[in-house]
């Protein structure tokens, strides 16, 4: 009897034991290993660029490996269904911008849900996309420019990277505020579309400012304005849309960090915090600075709400053009 007490008393502590390494994992203070950066875009690009400094800082603070992993491809979807099916424990992030919201419009299905996939964590940062001219364009500014579309409907050609991009929709953004028509000629990639830009085979286009800078300064194209409510401290002399032609025009080129849907939410605000003071550091914002980029920084609810507007804004903006990826 007491022996077969003692086997059941045993057998009893086997679950137990077994359950005691899974519970002390659970337990463990986050973070407890290295996170990753999922950037769903090649390396050498912006949101690359902003990723590096960002995962730098947050390994100082978070005291923590931070790697970054790109995951190029399917117009950003590649990346993005990576960082939806990880596990939601808060070490893996997705660092994504406006093809986030606009594949969600572009594509007739995705293998991801673009809003209940992800916990938004935090705004990082904002650009302006320049418009830029063929150096031959007759018009020398954005307000001339929209009275000769006005004359002469689709006499006007605008190049974009190619068809349902940023560049491409924001133009149709214009072209609605304005109520005028110009020609849509799409390219593959933004290095295409500015050498027929400056070969004047095409007459203006939205571009970022990093890739086009260098052409601006040397003269090749000419900056008209720039997309954002501000304008840009690498082009202080460009005036805005909205000075120059269309009042309240606002459209940027963002960075955003998000986790898979079911993460704690505390490790969601921690994470945001940790963003914030990595954007603070003088060293950070010196290097977007020189990308053109400025540091934002927020919370989970305010980048929940920003990413309530910039689907509304988007998601009309790929209706009116008719743009559609499959």
Request: aromatic share 4%; net charge neutral; charged share 15%.
């Amino acid at each position: 009897m007491t022996a077969t007490i003692a086997r059941r008393s045993l057998l009893g502590l086997v679950p137990a034991v077994l359950l005691a390494p899974a519970l002390a994992r659970a337990q463990d203070p986050w973070p407890a290993r290295s996170l990753r950066i999922i950037v769903p875009f090649a390396a050498g690009g912006g949101a690359d660029a902003v990723a590096r400094a960002l995962a730098q800082k947050l390994q100082e603070s978070l005291g923590q490996q931070v790697v970054v992993d790109n995951r190029p491809g399917g117009a950003g979807n590649i990346g993005t269904e990576a960082a939806a099916r990880a596990a939601p424990d808060g070490y893996t992030l997705l660092l994504t911008g406006p093809s986030h919201v606009i594949n969600a419009y572009l594509f007739r299905s995705l293998p991801f849900d673009p809003v209940d996939g992800f916990v938004p964590v935090s705004l990082l940062t904002s650009a302006p996309y320049v418009l830029v001219a063929a150096p031959n364009l007759p018009q020398r500014g954005l307000a001339e420019l929209i009275a000769a579309a006005r004359s002469a409907p689709g006499s006007i050609s605008y190049g974009s990277a190619g068809n349902g991009t940023a560049g491409h929709l924001a133009m149709e953004m214009i072209k609605a505020a304005a109520g005028i028509d110009m020609v849509h000629v799409p390219y593959r990639g933004s290095p295409a579309l500015l050498t027929d830009l400056m070969a004047g085979r095409v007459a203006i286009a939205f571009d970022n400012i990093i890739s086009s800078s260098g052409a601006i300064a040397a003269g090749q194209l000419r900056a008209l304005a720039v997309s954002s409510s501000r304008r840009a401290s690498a082009l202080p002399a460009v005036p805005t849309v909205a000075e120059a032609a269309l009042p309240g025009f606002d459209v940027t080129v963002w960075q955003g960090a998000l986790l898979p849907a079911g993460t704690d939410p505390a490790i969601a605000a921690r994470l945001a915090a940790a963003c914030a003071v990595a954007l603070r550091a003088p060293e950070i914002r010196a290097r977007l600075d020189t990308l053109g980029v400025e540091a934002i920084g927020g919370d989970p609810d305010g980048f929940a709400r920003f990413l309530a507007a910039e689907h509304e804004r988007w998601g009309d903006a790929v209706r009116r053009s008719g743009a559609r990826l499959d």
